[in-house]
């Protein structure tokens, strides 16, 4: 929740009008439970997504992930039928994300040009099973977007924000 990418993401949902929540997976900060490798995660998510949907019933869903929250974010948006879904440093290293060629929701990938936990192949494998409406940026960055986070925040404010926003 406190993480620097995951701020930037929030800041620009949050310019581009969004109302925005972010949260700890499970034994993460001051949060309860232990890491249950994505699955657990998801239900976290899903609780999450339920009491938004409680509380504003006709809000147009995004849901956006950074890293490990991105795989966790597109399985509930595949799941939920989410209109739309940003991946930011999607780990398909670590992951699978075949799964996104049944994707029906917008989808957004921001990949690390320098991402050290993400090769380029992996990356272009990610890209393969998108569907469309989709847009693939690349940013010159390692995997923290270490010194070009406000250059993020200004990408996803500018281009993204604006690209899921019209599916929702």
Not at 21 to 39: D, K, L, P
Not at 54 to 60: I, L, N, Q, T
Not at 142 to 160: G, I, P, W, Y
Request: one cysteine or more; aromatic letters at 12%.
């Amino acid at each position: 929740m406190h993480n620097k990418v995951v701020f930037q993401a929030a800041t620009a949902f949050f310019s581009g009008r969004f109302h925005v929540v972010r949260f700890n997976f499970r034994g993460v900060g001051r949060s309860t439970g232990s890491f249950a490798h994505g699955e657990g995660e998801q239900d976290d998510l899903r609780s999450v997504l339920a009491a938004v949907k409680r509380r504003e019933p006709h809000a147009g869903i995004v849901l956006c992930g950074y890293s490990f929250g991105a795989y966790v974010s597109a399985r509930v948006a595949l799941a939920e039928a989410v209109p739309g879904l940003v991946l930011i440093a999607p780990p398909a290293r670590h992951y699978s994300f075949e799964f996104l060629r049944n994707m029906k929701a917008a989808v957004a990938v921001v990949f690390a040009e320098r991402d050290e936990l993400v090769r380029v192949q992996e990356q272009q494998e990610v890209v393969r099973w998108l569907g469309c409406p989709r847009m693939v940026i690349t940013v010159e960055a390692d995997h923290s977007f270490e010194s070009r986070l406000d250059d993020l925040q200004h990408l996803l404010a500018q281009t993204v924000v604006p690209f899921v926003r019209f599916f929702t």
